[in-house]
């Protein structure tokens, strides 16, 4: 019966083709990308995987592991339809985050092998002082040429067992191998989940200790900013050039608990120095990986770091509790000489413990995390999320750091990018107007309770809210209007606030031509600034059978950098591009994807700004001596 109405299933060719989504939300690119390089079996997939893809209900969820405990192993992707709650437009968001393979008796044996090879250049047309002839005045130059080069691999053995390489080499780089990342990912049957040797990351908890690479950070989507879920350990296949382990990482289970461990070595850049007693320590470390000029190639791998990590995760129902303890030792120690960093954490040794919580208890989610790097430095979030109706949802966060807390891969909700000195209140909301209309909104409350970097006073405080009204009208397009005001310190006595507008269009006008607008306004006053910027931009969209062609003009009108707006930016396969627009200038930009075969995908990217009130672009070695910017990119692409 199971593999009849899996026929009739596969016999809706409307259904069967449907291309993914044209159109994602921004705020979740980077992180539908991340798991469109790594997407779940369903056949393996855990409640925290699915939950952690932010695109099902709880009643989903509970519907599909009711299934496949009720009928086994699935034997296709659209089998899904079948399960209460699983339409086709919950299948439509997707695509390419779901595979199904069914089971197989060896772990080891190959089966649907897969390859992909990407081979990426790129660089800035107009040449950079950093590149040009050394002069009396400025010796100081990059070693390399001013072409940026990318080449990954992933190969896929079976749904057991895959791999990855990516090498690259930044514009005034040398050597396409200046940076070299590589993982080998196993999943035996028995008591090994997981076994991953090479490059790896970690989502534990809540992000105060693991944090996974990545984080939505506040958002207009509450609940998914307020709660995180134990996703465990992750191939690391990205390119930047910091923020991952290396060495060996694994999850196990016995009985009802599941274990994880991780030993990792690293090289990391620091700028090494040495105090009156000739004791040498780090201050901070550089996470550019930039190694273009004799200071930056001095400073790299010149801080060694040995680090190691426990877990044990207790699932309740949909939920879990857990134990985690990291230890991280540098050959270096690291010392805070400035004032704003007097209370930070310092030392050669740091050693950090959390305990985690994301307990269901009927229609509510509680989660929550504790986490200590010595007795007097902790730091705590504790949220709830939960329906007031079927249409509206309301979710809560309490954070506390110390100033002294620091864990090297902690990123947790917060006003500041570090997880330390800060407290705050995240309210958020919900409400589902109609099936595609939806207005969502936050209030978020922060203070600093010690001096900062930021500001150089203890005491500041800020209030922010957002309110946005989204209308997704089936296969016609998008809309949203979003608003956002920002309160906050500038000294003991005076105050700034931030005004951000945006108005989208997403209008699919044919399935072959597309078109987007969008106008965003920034107007921020304070006693010493009153600046309104405005940016316009405009996509049109091509798509014919064998190529994609998409063009985007954007005019940029701001008086400075602190009325700067973000927009992403059309680029090449499996990258994004969220640039800062600001000055007075125009942007333009085409990207041009060609499919001649279903094995090879070429991509064209050309950007050019022009600048209406400026001589020169960017500084240091980076300068331009002109008005104007263009860079251009190609990527081509290999996949069976």
Request: charged share 20%.
């Amino acid at each position: 019966m199971k593999y009849f109405i899996l026929l009739l299933i596969c016999s809706f060719r409307a259904l069967a083709q449907s291309p993914a989504p044209d159109s994602v939300l921004e705020v979740e690119e980077t992180r539908l990308q991340f798991f469109q390089q790594n997407p779940f079996d369903l056949n393996q997939v855990s409640a925290e995987e699915l939950q952690g893809l932010h695109l099902f209900s709880l009643s989903q969820i509970r519907a599909f592991f009711a299934y496949r405990a009720s009928n086994g192993p699935l034997l296709s992707v659209h089998e899904l339809q079948v399960i209460s709650g699983w339409d086709a437009e919950t299948l439509r968001k997707t695509v390419g985050l779901l595979i199904c393979n069914p089971p197989q008796k060896k772990w080891y044996r190959p089966e649907e092998m897969s390859q992909q090879l990407l081979l990426k250049t790129e660089r800035t047309l107009e040449e950079k002082v950093g590149f040009s002839q050394p002069t009396a005045r400025s010796k100081t130059r990059y070693f390399g040429n001013p072409w940026g080069q990318n080449i990954r691999y992933r190969g896929k053995w079976n749904s057991h067992i895959r791999a990855g390489f990516t090498l690259q080499k930044d514009p005034g780089e040398v050597t396409l191998t200046d940076f070299v990342s590589y993982y080998v990912e196993i999943k035996p049957t028995k008591w090994i989940d997981k076994l991953i040797l090479g490059d790896y990351i970690h989502q534990w908890g809540q992000g105060l200790l693991q944090a996974g690479g990545f984080s939505l950070g506040k958002t207009y989507e509450s609940i998914r900013a307020t709660q995180k879920f134990n996703l465990g350990s992750l191939p690391y296949s990205s390119s930047g050039e910091s923020t991952f382990y290396r060495g060996i990482s694994m999850q196990a289970h016995g009985g009802p608990i599941i274990f994880a461990a991780f030993r990792s070595v690293r090289f990391l850049d620091a700028s090494i120095s040495k105090d009156s007693l000739n004791r040498s320590f780090y201050q901070s470390l550089d996470t550019d990986g930039f190694h273009r000029t004799s200071t930056e190639r001095t400073n790299k791998n010149s801080l060694t770091e040995h680090a190691w990590g426990l877990q044990a995760l207790i699932p309740i129902k949909q939920g879990f509790i857990s134990f985690s303890t990291t230890q991280h030792q540098w050959n270096h120690p690291k010392r805070n000489t400035s004032l704003y960093n007097q209370g930070e954490w310092h030392g050669q040794v740091l050693t950090n413990f959390a305990f985690a919580h994301h307990i269901p208890w009927k229609q509510v989610f509680i989660a929550g995390e504790f986490a200590s790097a010595n007795p007097k430095s902790i730091a705590l979030t504790e949220s709830v999320a939960f329906p007031i109706s079927q249409k509206l949802d309301f979710s809560a966060l309490f954070r506390y750091y110390t100033k002294g807390y620091f864990s090297p891969m902690a990123q947790a909700l917060g006003e500041s990018s570090q997880t330390k000195n800060e407290v705050g209140l995240f309210l958020g909301n919900q409400f589902q107007i109609s099936k595609y209309k939806r207005l969502s909104s936050y209030l978020d409350y922060f203070f600093f309770p010690k001096r900062s970097f930021t500001y150089a006073f203890p005491g500041a405080w800020g209030i922010e809210m957002l309110t946005r009204f989204q209308w997704d009208r089936k296969r016609k397009g998008q809309y949203f209007a979003q608003m956002k005001w920002t309160n906050q310190s500038i000294t003991h006595n005076q105050r700034k606030n931030h005004l951000q507008a945006s108005f989208d269009v997403h209008y699919d006008v044919h399935s072959r031509f597309k078109w987007h607008s969008r106008i965003m306004l920034s107007y921020l006053v304070s006693p010493v600034q009153n600046e309104l910027g405005a940016m316009w931009l405009h996509d049109i969209t091509l798509i014919r059978k064998w190529y994609r062609v998409q063009a985007r003009l954007a005019w940029i009108q701001t008086p400075s950098y602190d009325t700067r707006l973000y927009a992403y930016e059309p680029t090449l396969r499996y990258s994004f591009s969220l640039p800062a627009y600001y000055d007075p200038s125009i942007r333009n930009t085409i990207l041009i994807s060609i499919n001649p075969t279903k094995h090879w995908d070429l991509g064209i990217k050309i950007a050019r700004t022009h600048y209406f009130t400026r001589e020169t672009v960017g500084s240091g070695l980076d300068l331009i001596p002109t008005n104007h910017k263009s860079d251009v990119g190609l990527q081509i692409v290999y996949q069976y």
